[in-house]
T-cell receptor, first 112, second 113 residues
């Protein structure tokens, strides 16, 4: 059933500052990783992805860093805006064939 | 714009009834779609892989007779929650792969009373 009282790790960031969200993934064989943004009551929204043969990839205001040695993924958001307030999930192609396993999620709260 | 559409976005049903949720890929064909379940403040949990023209593949611990999946066309997968009970209340989300990544529907909030 549903769990009550769970709290996601929360990052509070001032508008205009940079945000860094971290994620530890579990399967050293995962070859593809994605960051998603989820607003309340909505499905996850694709932000950026990276393949295991890369260690950095940049998009518009976002950068993903991959450290395969320690199985760590991070998402950097530049000049954070109020519209960036959401829960952010990392996902790995854990099972193969695009069956994704999601991390626990991080709540980002942007302070105007 | 959205590339994957779910319907309905929310539904309330009585305990013991069945509910069908639709997932459509818009303007592209998806031979494979995925169904996830999400409880409040928690992550998405993969339930099953929906395969066009063949049986769905369920993840360990997911009851196939409880959560019926049909992928009758290249743009539509349906999830039917049979004999729903209050513990089935959750947020159900589907996804499909389309380059550059995997895209999700807007989710369906199911409340069983």
């Amino acid at each position: 059933g549903e769990s009550v009282g769970l709290h996601l790790p929360t990052l509070s960031v001032q508008e205009g500052d940079n945000s860094i969200i971290n994620c530890a993934y579990s399967n050293s064989a995962s070859d593809y990783f994605i960051w998603y943004k989820q607003e309340s009551g909505k499905g996850p929204q694709f932000i950026i992805d990276i393949r295991s043969n890369m260690d950095k990839r940049q998009g518009q205001r976002v950068t993903v860093l991959l450290n395969k040695t320690v199985k760590h993924l991070s998402l950097q958001i530049a000049a954070t805006q109020p519209g960036d307030s959401a829960v952010y999930f990392c996902a790995e192609n854990y099972y193969g064939n695009n069956r994704l396993a999601f991390g626990k999620g991080n709540q980002v709260v942007v302070i105007p | 714009g959205a590339v994957v559409s779910q319907h309905p976005s929310w539904v309330i049903c009585k305990s013991g009834t069945s509910v069908k949720i639709e997932c459509r890929s818009l303007d592209f064909q998806a031979t494979t779609m995925f169904w996830y379940r999400q409880f409040p403040k928690q992550s998405l949990m993969l339930m099953a892989t929906s395969n066009e023209g063949s049986k769905a593949t369920y993840e360990q611990g997911v009851e196939k007779d409880k959560f019926l999946i049909n992928h009758a066309s290249l743009t539509l997968s349906t999830l039917t929650v049979t004999s729903a009970h209050p513990e089935d209340s959750s947020f159900y989300i589907c996804s499909a792969k389309r380059r550059p990544g995997t895209f999700f529907g807007q989710g369906t909030r199911l409340t069983v009373v």
